[in-house]
Protein backbone atom coordinates (compact mmCIF):
# COMPACT_ATOMS: atom_id res chain seq x y z
CA UNK A 1 0.00 0.00 0.00
CA UNK A 2 2.65 2.20 1.03
CA UNK A 3 4.37 1.63 -2.54
CA UNK A 4 1.35 2.62 -4.01
CA UNK A 5 1.08 5.69 -2.04
CA UNK A 6 4.49 6.22 -2.83
CA UNK A 7 3.82 6.21 -6.72
CA UNK A 8 0.54 8.79 -6.62
CA UNK A 9 2.50 11.03 -4.53
CA UNK A 10 5.26 11.04 -7.44
CA UNK A 11 2.59 11.58 -10.17
CA UNK A 12 0.78 13.90 -8.46
CA UNK A 13 3.85 16.36 -8.00
CA UNK A 14 4.33 16.21 -11.64
CA UNK A 15 0.97 16.84 -12.38
CA UNK A 16 1.10 19.78 -9.76
CA UNK A 17 4.17 20.89 -11.65
CA UNK A 18 2.74 20.88 -14.77
CA UNK A 19 -0.15 22.81 -13.70
CA UNK A 20 1.88 25.45 -11.88
CA UNK A 21 3.63 25.73 -15.03
CA UNK A 22 0.19 25.97 -17.24
CA UNK A 23 -0.87 28.60 -15.04
CA UNK A 24 2.23 30.74 -15.27
CA UNK A 25 1.86 30.39 -18.90
CA UNK A 26 -1.66 31.41 -19.06
CA UNK A 27 -1.13 34.38 -16.83
CA UNK A 28 1.72 35.39 -19.12
CA UNK A 29 -0.39 35.07 -21.99
CA UNK A 30 -3.08 37.09 -20.19
CA UNK A 31 -0.46 40.09 -19.36
CA UNK A 32 1.06 40.55 -22.65
CA UNK A 33 -2.38 40.26 -24.56
CA UNK A 34 -3.61 42.94 -22.57
CA UNK A 35 -0.82 45.25 -22.64
CA UNK A 36 -0.48 44.73 -26.57
CA UNK A 37 -4.42 45.12 -26.84
CA UNK A 38 -3.63 48.32 -24.78
CA UNK A 39 -0.60 49.98 -26.87
CA UNK A 40 -2.66 49.19 -30.03
CA UNK A 41 -6.02 51.14 -28.85
CA UNK A 42 -4.01 53.99 -27.50
CA UNK A 43 -0.89 54.65 -29.64
CA UNK A 44 -2.51 52.82 -32.93
CA UNK A 45 -6.60 53.54 -32.38
CA UNK A 46 -6.66 49.57 -33.28
CA UNK A 47 -7.89 46.82 -30.81
CA UNK A 48 -7.44 42.89 -31.23
CA UNK A 49 -11.12 41.65 -31.76
CA UNK A 50 -9.95 38.59 -29.90
CA UNK A 51 -8.09 40.35 -26.71
CA UNK A 52 -10.77 40.43 -24.69
CA UNK A 53 -11.90 36.45 -25.25
CA UNK A 54 -8.24 35.28 -25.13
CA UNK A 55 -8.32 37.18 -22.04
CA UNK A 56 -11.06 35.52 -20.55
CA UNK A 57 -10.67 32.21 -21.66
CA UNK A 58 -7.15 32.18 -19.85
CA UNK A 59 -8.80 33.53 -16.30
CA UNK A 60 -11.12 30.69 -16.58
CA UNK A 61 -8.66 28.55 -16.76
CA UNK A 62 -6.37 29.61 -14.64
CA UNK A 63 -8.99 29.87 -11.65
CA UNK A 64 -10.20 26.19 -12.42
CA UNK A 65 -6.79 24.94 -12.72
CA UNK A 66 -5.28 27.07 -10.56
CA UNK A 67 -7.49 25.75 -7.59
CA UNK A 68 -6.42 22.64 -7.39
CA UNK A 69 -3.01 24.10 -6.52
CA UNK A 70 -4.59 25.84 -3.67
CA UNK A 71 -6.48 22.42 -2.19
CA UNK A 72 -2.99 20.97 -2.36
CA UNK A 73 -1.80 23.35 -0.29
CA UNK A 74 -5.31 23.04 1.96
CA UNK A 75 -5.49 26.67 1.36
CA UNK A 76 -9.08 26.73 -0.02
CA UNK A 77 -11.77 29.16 2.21
CA UNK A 78 -13.68 26.79 4.09
CA UNK A 79 -16.02 26.65 6.68
CA UNK A 80 -14.38 25.13 9.07
CA UNK A 81 -15.27 27.14 12.27
CA UNK A 82 -16.66 24.18 14.05
CA UNK A 83 -14.03 22.09 13.67
CA UNK A 84 -11.58 25.04 14.71
CA UNK A 85 -13.86 25.52 17.88
CA UNK A 86 -13.59 22.27 18.86
CA UNK A 87 -11.63 20.61 21.15
CA UNK A 88 -11.17 17.26 20.61
CA UNK A 89 -9.07 15.59 17.83
CA UNK A 90 -10.50 12.74 17.01
CA UNK A 91 -13.77 14.82 16.40
CA UNK A 92 -11.96 17.13 14.56
CA UNK A 93 -10.16 14.81 12.44
CA UNK A 94 -13.88 13.46 11.65
CA UNK A 95 -15.64 16.74 10.42
CA UNK A 96 -11.88 17.38 8.27
CA UNK A 97 -12.26 14.19 6.57
CA UNK A 98 -16.20 15.04 5.67
CA UNK A 99 -15.76 18.82 4.59
CA UNK A 100 -13.06 17.26 2.26
CA UNK A 101 -15.11 14.19 0.66
CA UNK A 102 -18.23 16.18 0.39
CA UNK A 103 -16.34 18.97 -1.62
CA UNK A 104 -14.91 16.08 -3.61
CA UNK A 105 -18.56 14.71 -3.83
CA UNK A 106 -19.83 17.59 -4.88
CA UNK A 107 -16.81 18.15 -7.63
CA UNK A 108 -17.62 14.81 -9.33
CA UNK A 109 -21.51 14.97 -9.00
CA UNK A 110 -21.10 18.18 -11.32
CA UNK A 111 -19.05 16.55 -13.73
CA UNK A 112 -21.79 14.82 -15.74
CA UNK A 113 -23.46 18.13 -16.53
CA UNK A 114 -19.74 19.96 -17.04
CA UNK A 115 -19.27 16.59 -20.07
CA UNK A 116 -22.95 17.67 -21.14
CA UNK A 117 -22.20 21.12 -21.91
CA UNK A 118 -19.09 20.09 -23.71
CA UNK A 119 -20.70 18.36 -25.80
CA UNK A 120 -23.80 20.73 -26.11
CA UNK A 121 -21.29 23.39 -27.20
CA UNK A 122 -18.74 21.67 -29.40
CA UNK A 123 -20.33 22.72 -32.80
CA UNK A 124 -20.02 26.74 -31.79
CA UNK A 125 -17.23 28.54 -32.09
CA UNK A 126 -16.09 31.66 -29.96
CA UNK A 127 -16.44 34.91 -31.95
CA UNK A 128 -13.49 37.02 -31.81
CA UNK A 129 -10.89 33.88 -31.93
CA UNK A 130 -12.95 30.92 -33.63
CA UNK A 131 -12.24 28.55 -31.29
CA UNK A 132 -14.48 25.88 -30.29
CA UNK A 133 -16.71 26.65 -27.25
CA UNK A 134 -15.96 23.86 -25.59
CA UNK A 135 -12.58 25.03 -24.18
CA UNK A 136 -13.66 27.23 -22.49
CA UNK A 137 -16.42 24.29 -20.75
CA UNK A 138 -13.07 21.80 -20.38
CA UNK A 139 -11.47 23.70 -17.64
CA UNK A 140 -13.96 22.73 -15.07
CA UNK A 141 -13.62 19.24 -16.12
CA UNK A 142 -9.97 19.62 -15.43
CA UNK A 143 -10.10 21.91 -12.95
CA UNK A 144 -12.29 19.44 -10.86
CA UNK A 145 -10.70 16.38 -11.55
CA UNK A 146 -7.29 18.34 -10.32
CA UNK A 147 -9.20 19.69 -7.31
CA UNK A 148 -10.13 15.71 -6.63
CA UNK A 149 -7.03 14.17 -7.02
CA UNK A 150 -5.39 17.09 -4.64
CA UNK A 151 -7.90 16.41 -1.69
CA UNK A 152 -7.17 12.73 -2.05
CA UNK A 153 -3.64 13.20 -1.74
CA UNK A 154 -3.65 15.72 1.40
CA UNK A 155 -6.79 14.28 3.56
CA UNK A 156 -5.63 11.04 4.49
CA UNK A 157 -1.87 12.70 5.61
CA UNK A 158 -4.47 16.12 7.61
CA UNK A 159 -6.91 13.60 9.16
CA UNK A 160 -3.95 11.37 10.61
CA UNK A 161 -2.21 14.69 12.22
CA UNK A 162 -5.41 16.13 13.59
CA UNK A 163 -6.58 12.83 15.14
CA UNK A 164 -2.80 12.55 16.29
CA UNK A 165 -2.74 16.24 17.53
CA UNK A 166 0.09 16.87 15.74
CA UNK A 167 -1.02 19.26 13.18
CA UNK A 168 0.63 22.03 12.43
CA UNK A 169 -1.17 25.22 13.59
CA UNK A 170 -2.78 27.30 10.32
CA UNK A 171 -1.65 30.94 9.55
CA UNK A 172 -5.15 32.22 10.24
CA UNK A 173 -4.43 30.34 14.44
CA UNK A 174 -0.92 31.81 14.10
CA UNK A 175 -2.59 35.67 13.66
CA UNK A 176 -5.09 35.28 16.21
CA UNK A 177 -2.53 33.50 18.91
CA UNK A 178 0.07 36.50 17.99
CA UNK A 179 2.23 34.12 16.78
CA UNK A 180 3.18 35.84 13.55
CA UNK A 181 6.59 37.53 12.89
Not at 70 to 97: C, F, G, M, P, S
Request: net charge positive; glycine share 6%.
Amino acid sequence: MKKVLSVYCKIDDILATIIKYFCALLLMIMIVVCFVNTVGRYAFHHSFRAAEEIVILCAVWVTCVGASLTARADDHVTLDLLQELIKNNKVRAVLYAITRGLSCLILILLLPAAFKMVKIYAPTKLTGTGWPQWVLYDSYVVGSIAIVLGYLRITPGKVRAIWTGTEEKSEYEKINEGETE
